[in-house]
């Protein structure tokens, strides 16, 4: 009898052509869209004795994203049957800096945090004991439903502070499916339940962009800001466009509860082949301590 599962791998690239270098399965938990991948050649190995991960490139952009890349990456799409790598790559490599589509990749957009919505919340650690939840999906149960915070009206002011829903720690074991680099210089990372737990449950977590070095929170967030960019190594960051890992990532993360008020209403943010499966629109941000890798 034929392996049924031979059935829901592909040696093809749908969006370019090209010939994958090693099987996509299909259906594995936390996959992109496939016609969304333009490159799968990247690998990279943190550690001697560890995994090797292989980081799915894709054109999968948070819908709201304005920045040069996303704009970029459209435009390399937009009509064309098979868009050109060159042109898919060109785009993913722009500065994520806010301002006027660049010819040219831009200088990098370095560390500081570059945003201005809920400044002071995004930037700050709430002072409260540690929760730990070993399940993405158990963390989001305990947390305040978003048509009542909605009601709240938070303020997306700069100034706009951590409310008491919000004085929350949280430490959160589960698995890095993909992330990327927003405008603002925040890492968003989509992380998810085991893979083999059954039900897909996702949850944005965002390493901060860096407050001022007098900042009370900034050792923590530099200090998980510099654990990721180690664990990946810089050539490994991902731009506007999703990264996804091949096989996902365990990790561990740390931070404080944050919800996106800027999202209260229109696109909430995630990659499009997994916003199904994002309930929620709260984050852990900013992450004070993470551990990739088992």
Do not use: C
């Not at 158990?138 to 002011?157: E, H």
């Not at 800027?262 to 309930?279: C, D, E, F, I, V």
């Amino acid at each position: 009898m034929p392996d049924i599962r031979q059935k829901t791998r592909t040696r093809r690239l749908l969006l370019t052509g090209a010939k994958a270098m090693e099987p996509l399965d299909l259906l594995r938990p936390g996959m992109p869209a496939l016609d969304s991948i333009h490159d799968d050649r990247t690998t990279f190995k943190p550690t001697l004795r560890g995994p090797t991960y292989r980081i799915l490139k894709t054109t999968e952009v948070d819908s709201y994203e304005s920045t040069r890349p996303a704009k970029a990456l459209r435009l390399a799409l937009h009509g064309k049957k098979t868009p050109a790598p060159a042109a898919i790559a060109a785009a993913a490599k722009l500065s994520p800096a806010k301002g006027a589509l660049a010819a040219k990749p831009a200088a990098a957009a370095g560390d500081n945090f570059a945003g201005t919505a809920r400044k002071a919340a995004k930037l700050s650690i709430a002072a409260a004991k540690t929760e730990n939840f070993t399940d993405v999906s158990k963390l989001i149960a305990s947390l305040t439903p978003v048509d009542q915070m909605v009601k709240l009206k938070i303020s997306t002011s700069a100034t706009s502070n951590r409310v008491a829903q919000e004085k929350r720690n949280v430490h959160v074991t589960g698995f890095l499916f993909a992330a990327s680099r927003e405008a603002d210089n925040d890492f968003h990372l989509i992380v998810g339940r085991d893979p083999k737990a059954g039900q897909e449950t996702y949850m944005t977590m965002e390493i901060s962009g860096l407050p001022p070095a007098t900042s009370s929170a900034f050792a923590a967030l530099n200090t998980a800001r510099t654990a990721y960019k180690q664990f990946f190594g810089t050539k490994n960051l991902p731009g506007a466009g999703y990264h996804f890992y091949q096989p996902p990532i365990p990790v561990k993360v740390d931070g404080s509860l944050f919800f996106d008020a800027t999202h209260s209403k229109g696109q909430a943010p995630g990659p499009p082949s997994l916003k199904s499966r994002m309930p929620t629109i709260w984050e852990i941000h900013p992450v004070t301590k993470i551990k990739l890798g088992p």
